[in-house]
């Protein structure tokens, strides 16, 4: 990656605003009072479940859809309706969308031509963008001729080549085995970080999203449901849905139960003291249950001393899995008049007591101030 490749190609960083954005498809009502703001330079993502929404908000900034209600500003100057050639935007789309007779070059052209740009800046731009994605040498090849990693790398030369405000990502990853998508993901990162692009990265895999993005918007149902840095939005999910997307969560049903000041969370397992800040509105939401993630917890002998700062609640191990750098395991504890819950706890890999086979009655030692009451 040359500096006269970056030279060539990038532009100055802009923000983009969203403002109480609604879109309906007939009676269905897509997209709810969506508001937004996206820093100059910022890689960002849309994350969420299938249907939530993520694409059409994406697809709406690119200009592809109309927006029913609210407005999208990009560097200041709304663009709601604006068609997309107008937008000053580029978007790399999850199928790649390559022409299959045409060579490497002439796809990446292809935008520059239909701008009538001289022959000599086309030549010039499209070896820049050749160069950003590691292609040099590949110009004459078909996409047919290409791996899935390097027909992923022409579509994003094609759309950087233009020089665009703004690079919309949507999904790009998915069509790459599991290592790829590593090596891929570390190359966009970086190859946005040179250019100084503002990009907003569509995806359903909180991997991807917590690897390279500044920020996410968590989306549920059209709605945006949190939006924060990966670690923020991990260690303090304002919602069961975003504690449940991001990661493996332990969800316990009970109630909050005060004694004065303090208070408690009461369960079929046991009563577990609340710290202060795990009510943060104060009083328990609606449908309030008690959350937290398996290595915030440890495994201990029932009758072992219970360290300070730690509640306890009993179970019987169930299973476990060895993932590689931790170890799993499922762990029955009493729970309502259904029968019993599941608990995960994650124990580095041979840090883990003996004796814990399947069917051992356990203690399980929680933080206490990595607790959480969430609600819907």
Known sequence: MTALAVDTLATPSVDIAIEHVDLWYGAN????????????GEFFAFLGPSGCGKTTLLRLI???????????????????????WKRDVGMVFQSYALWPHMTVEQNVAFGLEERRLPRQEIEK????????????????????????????RVALARTIVVAPKVLLLDEPLSNLDAKLRGDVRRELRELQQRLGLTAIFVTHDQEEANTICDRIAVMKDGTVQQVGAPTALYDAPRNLFVAGFLGTTNILDGRVVRDGAAAAFETAAGTI????????????????????????????????????????????????EFLGATERYGIAVP???AGETEVSVDLGHGTAPEGLAPGTAVAIDIATDRLHVLGE
């Open 29 to 40: 009502h897509v997209l709810r009072d969506v508001s937004l703001r996206i820093e100059p």
């Open 125 to 152: 731009r499209v070896a820049a963008a050749l160069d950003l994605v590691g292609l040099g040498g590949l110009e004459k090849r078909r996409p047919g001729q290409l791996s899935g990693g390097q027909q992923q």
């Open 335 to 337: 729970g309502d008049s």
């Open 273 to 320: 003291p609340l710290p202060a800040g795990a009510l943060r509105a104060g009083d328990p939401p609606p449908g309030a249950k008690l959350v937290f993630r398996p290595h915030h917890a440890i495994l201990s002998r029932p009758d072992a001393p219970l360290a300070e700062g730690r509640a306890r609640i009993p179970g019987t191990i169930r299973f476990k």
């Open 62 to 84: 690119a200009g592809f859809n109309p927006v029913d209600r609210g407005r999208i500003l990009i560097a200041g100057r709304d663009v709601s309706g604006l068609p997309p």
